[in-house]
């Protein structure tokens, strides 16, 4: 088991930690699950932090200064006043559906996060079927997107939910297209081993430049980045389907939508730009840090920059745009890249 | 399919102020729309009747609250109609180097609020901001005060131009030349905002007219029509304004007019800079009795920022008898459901926004 | 222009043959003795305005409504009739638009109470 091993490098932890004892091994998961989350945590808030200050700075302002040194406690006191308020389920609302959606969203995204490799070994469960798992989870978030919003009885959540599924109908297939194209390359379903099978000149990247603006794309509207934010269409749907959602869930719904954005971020640089890999200088992990982080960057500008579409366009440029550009992308790589590069 | 019947307002993120808008929506389309005005509603024209004439102005001024000093001077300018007052040269050309100054100002801000309007992260509107308040120093340096100026006395102004007044302000102006390009250029190639605006609430000609909707709503809609030229009050035919009109009547061509707008009001208040003669610019002391009207019936067209106001005012002495006023907002917001039937739910509020209503207006 | 209240739609229909044809404003003064409802036309070809007054008895005020000729005159119409209690005929005007009131005295109107007479307590017993 290389996991214990590397775990035990990591964090300096006692060998017996590493050891192939079974309650060891539950031990050392366990221990994993929780230094996973809580880095996962740090770098969704750190990214959230990163977003107000660049936003901030796009729009001539300084972004949050006083919390903290350069503002970096702004969110966590936002939280502490989120967290201190008072939290209302609507009458009309179905309590247990309502009260159920974002933590199983947290739920599902903490899933992802351990399904997904940070170094050689770094990984909870390295799954043959990896990839496709993650993408299935993936593709359940906008459906509780959905039920949040249905359950919450509001008239612009319901707008909000109907966008959702729409979006999930349009922009599911040009995800799924380019991810088989990805696989195609590599000969696997394995992250880790989608990983091994790039190279520093070799990135997926490089190879698939089609796939990786359709990826990029579809992502965006995955994770409700601007120009996709049609679900929580702040000028026209209030907040969408977080309109009733008050204090704690607020709080965590904010925390989601920039944990999601880095969790994009990673699956990203993981799928194309060769995800722990890189000149020995810095450990393997920093590596897909700072790509995730280069990706979140680029995110964030585009949302600093850009105008919201309209549904019908949405889904008229997934239609007409992203999937033939994926059916492309997944032709060239058959024909062209798989022969001939590889 | 099913009418659903939506409540956008009084508290929404993007309704300009207190408007409730009662919409039907099936599916995404919008059948009707119904607006609800009146939450600020203060009895601006009973008030008026009320008060000394020129205990006016300050109420005048919170009609509009984003171009206070536009609502002051037509106000006062009836005034000085009924009294049958004459304002100076140098006054005249100081009064339009404000009244455009404001109408930069109100423009930047309906500007910053229509780009937020159709999606964007309060970048624009940060930028448009930014400028508005450049221009607001220089009405700060010529009125002492950054939102509601009460500077127009009849006859003239309180006060004469700082020393420095003109260089800042041209200096001010080249910027904005430069500036207005840039956004320009930021919003029209990003192809999300052209295709968010371009045939969306579209007035022809005709319905322009049916509807009345005034200022850069009408002159977008093909009618070249401005008070400034047709009807030119001070010094306007002097500096060689050109109202500026387009055709398609469409949510982009009312922002492009105001944009060019912008631009022609920077050449004006440059021009009039140049041309600004010498002489006394003080208006009367507000005193107690002010003079008695020789006209009973007075009525003043102006062209604000937002679009044509008219006051038609019936005088006694020492206060208004009746003070009526036609303010743009209210009957550009009449229009809306006329644009907005037909069009998607997101596009409402780029109607709203390219309508650029002030709900004090609209509500008096 | 004084017009009779009998000529009025001709009149209105006559001069937006003529070229008047945008409605710029509604309005009413309440001269006591008689109300004087007051319409504003404009001419955008050679940029001339005509103002119309009709005059009104304060025992028979209404005025036939013009939104056939003028769509614009819809919200106009309906302030005069909720500021001023002149009734509109010929289509419903009564929906309040600027007041949340409920109608007894029209407010614009010079018989309206500015100030209530002020009532404690000990005088409503």
Known sequence: MNLQNDLANLLNIPYWMSSTNIIHNIVGIIIYIIVISIAFSIFGYMVGWLERKLIARAQYRHGPTYVGMWGLLQNMADLIKLLSKEDVIPENADRMLFAASLPLLLALSIFIVLLLPYSPGLQAANLGFGLLIVFTIISFMPLLLFTAAFSSGNKFADISAQRSVLILLSYELPILLVVVSVAALSGSYNLAGIVASQSSSHYFALLLPIGLVVFFIAMLAEFERPPFDLREADSELIAGWLTDVSAPYYALALFLDYARMFLGSIIISILFFGGWLGPSILPPFAWIIIKALIISVFIIIVRATTFRMRIDRVLRFGWVWLIPLSLLNLIITYIVIIPFVK | MTVTRINVGPVHPSTHGVIRLVVDLEGDTIVNVEPHIGFLHRGVEKLAESRMYMQIPPYMEKLDYVAPMSYNEAYVATVETAMGIQVSERSQYIRVILLELQRIASHLLSLGTLCNDIGQTFTAFMWAFKDRDIVLDLLQEATGSRMFYVNMRLGGLREDLPADFSEHTLNTMDYLEKRIPEYVAYLEKNPIFTERMKGIGVITRDEAKQLGVTGPVLRASGVNYDVRRSNAYYVYSKLHFTPKSLQDGDNFSRYKVRILEIQESVRLVKSALKALPEGNAKGMQVKLRSPNPVNRISVVNRELPKGECMMYMVADPQKPYRLSIRSPSFINLAAINHMAKGERFADLFGILGTLDIIMGCVDR | ?125
Do not use: Q
């Open chain 3, 1 to 125: 222009m004084k017009v009779d209240r009998d000529a009025l739609i001709s009149t209105i229909g006559k001069m937006k043959s003529e070229g008047f044809d945008y409605l710029l404003k509604i309005t009413a003064v309440d001269y006591v003795d008689h109300v004087d409802s007051i319409y504003i036309l404009r001419n955008f070809d050679t940029s001339k305005d005509e103002i119309l007054e009709v005059t009104l008895d304060p025992a028979d005020l209404w005025v036939p409504t013009i939104i056939g000729m003028h769509p614009s005159a819809d919200w106009y119409e309906r302030e005069l009739c909720e500021m001023f209690g002149i009734a509109i005929k010929g289509r419903n005007a009564s929906r309040l638009i600027l007041e949340k009131w409920d109608g007894v005295d029209p407010p614009s109107r010079k018989s309206f109470a500015w100030y209530a007479p002020y009532k404690t307590i000990d005088d409503n017993k």
